[in-house]
């Protein structure tokens, strides 16, 4: 612990003193003892997730490590954090731990004990994109925070040569003055100009590039002005990195896009396309005469339903440049391609479609489309799980600059359901029985990984053992990016007859919940497709998708009845088969990871048995990469 120098008193006796002067001096070294004995309280390190307070920052940073999981010097070496970026680290999880959120993953528990319940190892991080690194942390979220002096009193007296001294009362008391500007701004360095924009929007987040297409700010926080000019041409070396990582990830991506089997499996995609048809050319009023703008046309399939619709102009914008000119030769072979203000053909909507190649984040600058004279915006959009690899975030930026107002966004609705499966949902009975073989070990530890990582597969409805129930609900003329990120709760209990062993002394006949199945629909409402309304379903009930369906494995099954269930063991665990759950509290989050266009997605369960006790399940995290 870095200790503050005492201060010596000396104390001058000249002559007799008085009695009252006797009792005076006596009264000052009693306070002084007071004072002394409130600086000590003070002193005292208060842990960064419980009430436990520590003498030194080592024996606190050990607390933290062994019971909360928060291991803060692997933390400062592994990501490099300088001073600053320990001070910052510091405030970002006290401010995070008060509103009962995980420092790490985002997820926000129901109170302070289920997040110390909750906490888990650190997530993984890209360089430059740590949600502490923004200047609001700079400013102490408890005053007199004492960990703030001391948190590098193993640092003490290294690299005296590299570093200059620092006054750290005086840097306390001037952080404590700073305040965050709610404004963005932008810092000029030289030829560099990277403007400062906020993760999720409300407060700025003074970074030094701008936000990416998928609303994760793509480098390190703006620097503060402590630091010195080093440190800030490393933070815009940082912030080039980081945003070249993006460009690869984004090439890769579109790349992807390049190969012909994928769209031939879209295209095949039945329960896809004639969605979209049907939605386009069912919809007269909507598209007649309209300029439709289509994001990530692809081989521009939706671009030439729209022309066929009768559309006055179709903006097909797409990101691959493989994908651009062969969008644009298809058009041109279907005498529907527009070059310049001339059109190709002679029959009614030949001549309107034109392919702009590029992501529609770039679309602005080229001055190609006006801001606002969009009067459709429509594109698929969707990805796995619904938002893995998705491209809503350039659907939504795309709304935002080009649609005018009241203009239709297609489709224009998504929703998000989990139900619970059972164990036919799992590839545990194929293992069992391979050619007369018993293979079972394999089926077992294949269940076991998929406790970590998604699996995406068709789940047969004979599997869904319980209820259907919306995770949740996307307006898409509405919602805000930030909006990508949510926590939704979900209560399944066994679908059928819940009556069937309901009666006393009946033996309850068990179903065994192997985890949770997630997927979606989007919806064309008759807010914009007055004529024919349509809807997109990836259910588990209906005809399957290219999509399939996201399954997430429970690191254990849960045993389940029907409520009204009363010949159980009141005092054996819940979810077990001597007492099983008869309702599953499920709590989901997905959030943007770190890797851009992935998503991270945590599961929190809680088992209710038949007479009410409740039994929680440690959490699970799932990583869609």
């Known amino acids: 612990m870095a200790m503050e120098e005492s201060n010596t008193v000396y104390m001058e006796v000249e002559g007799d003193n008085s009695d009252e002067d006797k009792d005076q001096n006596w009264d000052d070294w009693e306070n002084g003892d007071e004072e002394d004995e409130e600086e000590a309280m003070s002193s005292k390190l208060l842990c960064l997730f419980c009430e436990s307070t520590y003498d030194s920052s080592n024996a606190l940073f050990e607390h933290c490590a062994s019971e909360h999981r928060f291991h803060f010097n692997t933390l400062k070496n592994t990501f490099a954090l300088d001073f600053y970026g320990c001070f910052k680290l510091i405030n970002y999880v006290r401010s995070k731990v008060a509103a009962n959120k995980c420092w790490s993953c985002g997820i926000v528990c129901r109170s302070k004990e289920d997040l110390l319940n909750h906490l ?19 400013k102490p979220f408890v005053n007199e925070d004492a960990l703030l002096y001391s948190f590098d009193e193993d640092d003490e007296g290294e690299d005296d040569v590299d570093n200059m001294p620092i006054d750290k009362e005086e840097l306390i008391k001037d952080l404590e003055q700073i305040s ?23 407060k700025s987040a003074s970074m030094t590039d701008t936000t990416l297409s998928n609303g994760i700010v793509s480098a390190e926080a703006g620097v503060s002005s402590y630091r010195n000019n080093n440190d800030l041409d490393s933070s815009l ?30 295209i095949s995609d039945k329960v896809r396309t004639d969605a979209y048809r049907q939605a386009i050319l069912e ?35 797409e990101a691959s440049e493989k994908m651009a000119a062969v969008a644009a030769q298809i058009a041109k072979d279907n005498n529907l391609l527009r070059i310049g203000s001339k059109n ?13 190649q590029g992501m529609v984040e770039e679309l602005k600058s080229t001055q190609k489309v006006q801001p606002h004279s969009v009067d459709v915006l429509v594109s698929e959009w969707m990805g796995y799980c619904l938002l893995y690899e998705s491209m809503l975030s350039s659907v939504l930026y795309a709304r935002d600059q080009f649609l005018k107002p009241g203009g239709a966004v297609l489709p224009d609705t998504a929703t998000m359901f989990a139900a ?26 294949i269940v076991k990984d998929a406790s970590r990582i998604p699996i995406v597969d068709v789940i047969d409805s004979c599997d869904i053992i319980t209820n259907s129930k919306v995770l949740q609900n996307f307006d898409l003329v509405t919602m805000k990016l930030e909006e990508m990120d949510f926590t939704g709760m979900v209560e399944l209990e066994l679908k059928g007859e819940t009556s069937a062993n309901g009666s006393t002394g009946s033996k309850p006949v068990t179903n065994w919940c192997y985890g949770i199945v997630v997927w979606f629909e989007t919806g064309f409402t008759e807010r914009f497709c007055k004529e024919k309304p349509t809807n997109l379903s990836t259910s588990p009930h209906t005809t399957s998708t290219h999509w399939s369906q996201t399954i ?20 054996a665990a819940v979810g077990t088969d001597a007492c099983p759950a008869v309702k599953i509290q499920c709590r989901i989050s997905v959030v943007r990871a770190a890797q851009h266009r992935s998503i991270d997605i945590s599961m929190e369960l809680s088992g209710i048995g038949p007479f009410g006790r409740k039994r929680n399940w440690p959490a699970q995290m799932f990583n869609v990469l």
């Not at 991080?125 to 923004?134: E, L, S």
């Not at 997430?552 to 005092?571: Q, R, Y």
């Open 237 to 266: 070396y940082i912030a080039k990195v980081a945003a070249n990582k993006i460009k690869d990830v984004n090439k890769n991506y579109f790349g992807g896009y390049s190969s012909y089997g994928i769209h031939r499996d879209m």
């Open 283 to 317: 919809n007269p009023s909507l598209l007649k005469g309209a300029v439709v703008m289509d994001v990530g046309c692809g081989t521009g399939i939706l671009s030439l339903f729209a022309a066929q619709a009768g559309a006055s102009r179709v903006i097909a914008v």
């Open 120 to 138: 888990h190892e650190v997530a993984s991080f890209d360089n430059g994109q740590f949600p502490w690194n923004d200047d609001e942390f700079l």
């Open 552 to 571: 997430l494995t429970f690191s254990e099954p849960i045993a389940m009845v029907s409520p009204g269930t009363l010949n159980v063991d009141k005092m």
């Open 420 to 445: 619970g499966f059972g164990r036919g949902g799992t590839s545990i009975p194929f293992w069992e029985n391979v050619y007369g073989f018993n293979m079972s070990c394999i089926g077992e530890e």
């Open 180 to 202: 965050i500007d709610e404004d963005d701004f932008t810092l000029e360095t030289g030829e560099n100009k990277p403007t400062a924009s906020s993760l999720s929007g409300g």
């Open 344 to 356: 190709e053909g002679s029959d009614q909507g030949n001549g309107v479609m034109e392919v702009v």
